[in-house]
């Protein structure tokens, strides 16, 4: 297996809601990591988790809540969102080497997050 | 600070053109730069990166230290050549940091 899994693809809900984004790996990778997207801008980092270790949080609002439950897992929980929190949510994974290894960053396909 | 600067955010070519697309960096540390594609509708893929010094669908890119540039070559475009290409660099605490893209045309 040589993919990131994202589930859901999609996501509306509403700003009193709570919904958690979901991320699988199987490459035996010891890094993962959260990235929001908006339309027409580049992946911006979140997080980051480094042997089941939040080891970057750039700064995000709590109202955004990541958890890495085992190696092969990361969530990412939301609540209270506001609508411009809509985006592209895409979560990668890496080697543990510095700049991702031979094969870099695998990204998932994304969740398309729209918050009503 | 790190940054990823690509300046140009459209760029269209005809079809067996050669095309460039630019990419500058600015990093303290040493760099670590990919190249990542987008097709549409599909999600983001590694492209290049410049340890590995080798040619991926006929693109190139050599890291220039003095010009602290990388950018990505193909000295023929193709039609399927057309997707927003990312330009990243990673610094030493496993960050990846993107270039704001270019979105590639190739004109038939």
């Known amino acids: 297996d040589t993919e990131v899994t994202q589930t859901p693809k999609h996501l509306v809900m509403g700003m009193t809601n709570k919904k958690s984004l979901k991320c699988e790996q199987h490459?035996?990778?010891?890094?993962m990591y959260w990235y929001k997207q908006k339309a027409k801008k580049p992946p911006e980092l979140m997080f980051v988790?480094?042997?089941?270790?939040?080891?970057i949080n750039e700064s995000v609002p709590s109202r955004f809540s990541p958890e890495c439950p085992n190696s092969s897992l990361l969530n990412l929980h939301l609540h209270a969102l506001q609508p411009e929190d809509s985006a592209l949510y895409l979560c990668?994974?890496?080697?543990?080497?510095?700049?991702?290894?031979?094969?870099?960053?695998?990204f998932g396909s994304g969740t398309r997050l729209t918050v009503v | 600070a790190q940054r990823v600067t690509q300046p140009e955010k459209l760029l269209s070519v005809f079809k067996g053109a050669p095309v460039e697309l630019k990419c500058n960096y600015s990093?303290?540390?040493?760099?670590?730069l990919f190249w990542y594609v987008q097709y549409s509708r599909q999600r983001l893929q590694l492209l290049l990166r410049?340890?590995s010094r080798e040619s991926i669908k006929g693109f190139t890119a050599d890291l220039n230290k003095g010009e602290t540039s990388f950018h990505l070559k193909k000295p023929f475009a193709q039609e399927e050549d057309s997707a927003m290409y990312y330009c990243?660099?990673?610094?030493?605490?496993?960050?990846?940091?993107f270039g704001t893209g270019t979105r590639l045309t190739v004109i038939p």
């Open positions: 990668a994974s890496s080697q543990d080497q510095h700049g991702g290894g031979v094969r870099g960053y695998t």
């Open positions: 990243a660099l990673a610094t030493g605490a496993n960050n990846l940091f």
């Open positions: 490459m035996g990778h010891r890094a």
């Open positions: 988790y480094s042997y089941e270790k939040l080891s």
């Open positions: 410049h340890i």
């Open positions: 990093y303290s540390g040493s760099p670590e």
